[in-house]
């Protein structure tokens, strides 16, 4: 069980387009969701908390105007990356924490399996 | 701020070997530490999950230990498999929430 579906895999737009990227707890309900950006050779970086219902919570230096995440229900959090540029190109990876089980603080997270994005 | 170091970058070593991956973070107060697998362009696989009150954790041929004051935590991996071949990614909360913060993880091999 717990297991986390992202769409689409690999995506390639052009530059000054907009993409977005789904993420889906299929057989567990997630209050909350994280997205991740990881670069080659790079560790995952932390874009932004994806809460259901409210507002998400963006790490610095992360605009939140261009990353626009909305967590509509509680197994689908979505990640749109607007007016996308070349520097934007990166493996975006989404997680999910599961709701009610204990301590969620004390469950794995469970994560999707990324899209790779390429802004030409 | 949590910061989460991994070494070595890469190991490459023998089948059947047993190997060790080290992990060191800079804040103690910590609520978990995990440590993933990720194959190459692909998602996480979470490996071992050790909560801030336990010192290991085990899971068939892998071994992982925590300790909290020295910042440190290792991976052990018995008589290693070319299947194993991966990176290896160490994350630690981040206090007072769920927030992971990722090492840059070591990249196995691995050799038949």
């Known amino acids: 069980g717990a297991v986390v579906s992202q769409h689409p895999s690999r995506v390639i737009c052009k530059s000054g387009t907009s993409v977005k990227i789904e993420c889906r707890s299929l057989?567990?309900?997630?209050?909350?969701m994280f997205w991740y950006r990881q670069f080659p050779k790079q560790s995952l970086m932390l874009m932004a908390t994806?809460?259901?219902?409210?507002?998400?919570?963006?790490e610095q230096g992360v605009e939140k105007d261009k990353f626009l995440i909305n967590h509509a229900s509680l197994t689908l959090s979505t990640l749109t990356v607007t007016s996308a540029h070349p520097e934007d190109s990166s493996f975006y990876i989404c997680?999910?924490?599961?709701?009610?089980?204990?301590?969620?603080?004390?469950?794995?997270?469970?994560f999707g399996n990324g899209t790779r994005l390429t802004v030409t | 701020k949590q910061e989460v170091t991994q070494i070595p970058a890469a190991l490459s070593v023998p089948e059947g070997e047993n190997l060790v991956l080290n992990c060191s973070f800079t804040?103690?107060?910590?609520?978990?530490l995990q440590w993933f697998r990720q194959d190459p362009g692909k998602g996480l696989t979470s490996l071992l999950l050790?909560?801030?009150?336990?010192r290991e954790q085990t899971s068939g041929r892998l071994n992982a230990s925590l300790d909290k004051s020295s910042g440190r935590s290792t991976l052990y991996i018995a008589a290693s498999q070319p299947g194993d071949s991966a990176t290896y990614l160490c994350?630690?909360?981040?206090?007072?929430?769920?927030?992971?913060?990722f090492g840059k993880g070591t990249k196995l091999t691995v050799n038949p």
């Open positions: 997680s999910a924490s599961r709701t009610g089980v204990g301590s969620s603080y004390n469950s794995p997270l469970h």
């Open positions: 057989d567990f309900q997630a209050t909350t």
């Open positions: 994806s809460n259901e219902g409210s507002k998400a919570t963006y």
């Open positions: 804040d103690s107060a910590i609520y978990n």
């Open positions: 050790i909560q801030s009150s336990q």
């Open positions: 994350a630690a909360s981040q206090g007072g929430s769920e927030k992971l913060v």
